[in-house]
């Protein structure tokens, strides 16, 4: 176990991986983002929804989150801070107040800035819409990845490379995004997909240890995957929900 494989062997096995997925044998298990108010795909709305809480989805339960950020816009009095503008002009206390009030941030200090922060950068650069990011730039992976790289203070967690990627997956599921180089968004390395990972054979259990590890699973398995219709966040949640299960199904 851990040992780079073959390539050849590696995709037999990543195609067995799918083939799993695709008939709801890894679980049947909805990923955390289901949990959401089910608005109009192409509405400002949609777009925030699924954008504000994932700047605050690291070290905590992805499931949990989205549940509390479901309740937080099913309230009409919190449901407030999905609006960009009312959160400029809203008092620091009162966005914190609505945040803690269903958990979307355990953080009381710091999340809330993080918030308030995407807010300004929606309100003050992409003139009050989120979607505006991805016209201006050209629904292009690439250019909306290098955007936020630019103006990275702009985008606090949000521009990291773990959350970017995953984000723009998200999108991808749950609004009517359609970016014209998908095959840019990459693997998003979390803990299960890492794992997945090393018992694919993509990476050793050494790589998997190091701090560069999501640069190299990245490039890993977009070498992997460049000469195939595959493409590599379309292996994200196969294995997410294969490492969740603790790899009971084989694909040897």
């Given at each position: 176990?851990?040992?780079?494989?073959?390539?050849?062997?590696?995709?037999?096995?990543?195609?067995?991986?799918?083939?799993?997925?695709?008939?709801?044998?890894?679980?049947?298990?909805?990923?955390?983002e289901?949990?959401?108010p089910?608005?109009?795909l192409?509405?400002?709305?949609?777009?925030m929804?699924?954008?504000?809480?994932?700047?605050?989805?690291?070290?905590?339960?992805?499931?949990?989150?989205?549940?509390?950020?479901?309740?937080?816009?099913?309230d009409e009095?919190?449901?407030?801070?999905f609006?960009?503008?009312?959160?400029?002009?809203?008092?620091?206390?009162?966005?914190?107040?609505?945040?803690?009030?269903?958990?979307?941030?355990?953080?009381?200090n710091?999340?809330?800035?993080?918030?308030?922060?995407?807010?300004?950068?929606i309100e003050?650069?992409?003139?009050?819409?989120?979607?505006?990011?991805?016209?201006?730039?050209?629904?292009?992976?690439?250019?909306?990845?290098?955007?936020?790289?630019?103006?990275?203070?702009?985008?606090?967690?949000?521009?990291?490379?773990?959350i970017c990627?995953y984000?723009?997956?998200?999108?991808?599921?749950?609004?009517?995004?359609?970016?014209?180089?998908?095959?840019?968004?990459?693997?998003?390395?979390?803990?299960?997909?890492?794992?997945?990972?090393?018992?694919?054979?993509?990476?050793t259990d050494?790589?998997a240890?190091?701090?560069?590890?999501?640069i190299?699973l990245?490039?890993?398995w977009?070498?992997?995957?460049?000469?195939?219709?595959?493409?590599?966040i379309?292996?994200?949640?196969?294995?997410?929900?294969?490492?969740?299960?603790?790899?009971?199904i084989?694909?040897?």
């Amino acid at each position: 176990m851990g040992d780079i494989m073959d390539n050849n062997d590696i995709l037999r096995k990543v195609n067995r991986l799918l083939d799993a997925y695709q008939k709801g044998l890894l679980g049947g298990e909805k990923m955390p983002e289901h949990e959401n108010p089910h608005l109009e795909l192409s509405s400002k709305e949609n777009y925030m929804y699924f954008t504000l809480p994932m700047a605050l989805n690291y070290q905590r339960n992805s499931y949990v989150l989205w549940k509390c950020a479901n309740k937080m816009y099913g309230d009409e009095e919190t449901k407030v801070v999905f609006d960009s503008k009312a959160v400029c002009e809203m008092s620091e206390d009162m966005l914190q107040a609505y945040l803690v009030k269903y958990k979307v941030a355990l953080q009381p200090n710091k999340q809330p800035i993080i918030w308030r922060t995407l807010c300004e950068t929606i309100e003050n650069k992409l003139n009050g819409d989120i979607r505006n990011l991805f016209s201006m730039n050209d629904y292009s992976v690439e250019k909306v990845k290098n955007y936020i790289q630019t103006n990275k203070k702009d985008f606090p967690y949000l521009g990291g490379n773990k959350i970017c990627n995953y984000w723009l997956y998200v999108l991808e599921q749950y609004t009517d995004i359609k970016f014209i180089d998908r095959e840019n968004i990459t693997v998003a390395p979390d803990t299960h997909v890492i794992q997945a990972s090393v018992r694919l054979g993509i990476i050793t259990d050494e790589e998997a240890k190091q701090s560069n590890v999501q640069i190299v699973l990245a490039e890993r398995w977009k070498n992997l995957l460049a000469d195939t219709e595959i493409k590599p966040i379309d292996v994200h949640t196969p294995m997410w929900l294969w490492s969740r299960v603790k790899f009971k199904i084989e694909v040897e």
